[in-house]
């Protein structure tokens, strides 16, 4: 098993910065495909961004491309998503998840989840 803690959301301008992070506990790290998703109440869940277990590719929603970017640090248990120029339309929970067997933009792919953290960007 592997436990997923996030933390680094709040409140932000239009235009503005946020980093979240997502500390991992449990199995070895470096086993892990992580992926960042995101969820509205108007919306079903929402692919954003994913690393693969080596840390050597990254892909993202086309949403969010040259905004957001993914990075991880297996030493730390950690995964971070980077938003630059965020917009009204970001704000959503977002939530980390990790995968032992895929690399994808399908949230039914993703065994473990954290317990998603709030980003709110107003105009």
């Known amino acids: 098993q592997v436990q997923l803690v996030e933390s680094g959301g709040g409140l932000v301008q239009a235009g503005g910065s946020l980093r979240l992070s997502c500390a991992a506990s449990?199995?070895?790290?470096?086993?892990?495909?992580l992926a960042w998703f995101r969820q509205t109440p108007a919306k079903e869940r929402e692919f954003v961004a994913a690393i693969n277990s080596r840390g050597d590719d990254t892909y993202y929603s086309v949403s969010v491309k040259g905004r957001f970017t993914i990075s991880r640090d297996d030493a730390k248990n950690t995964v971070w998503l980077e938003m630059n120029s965020l917009k009204p339309e970001d704000t959503a929970v977002y939530y980390c998840a990790a995968s032992t067997r895929h690399y994808s933009n399908y949230a039914d792919h993703y065994s473990y989840w954290g317990q998603g953290t709030q980003v709110t960007v107003s105009s």
């Open positions: 449990g199995r070895p790290f470096s086993t892990y495909n």
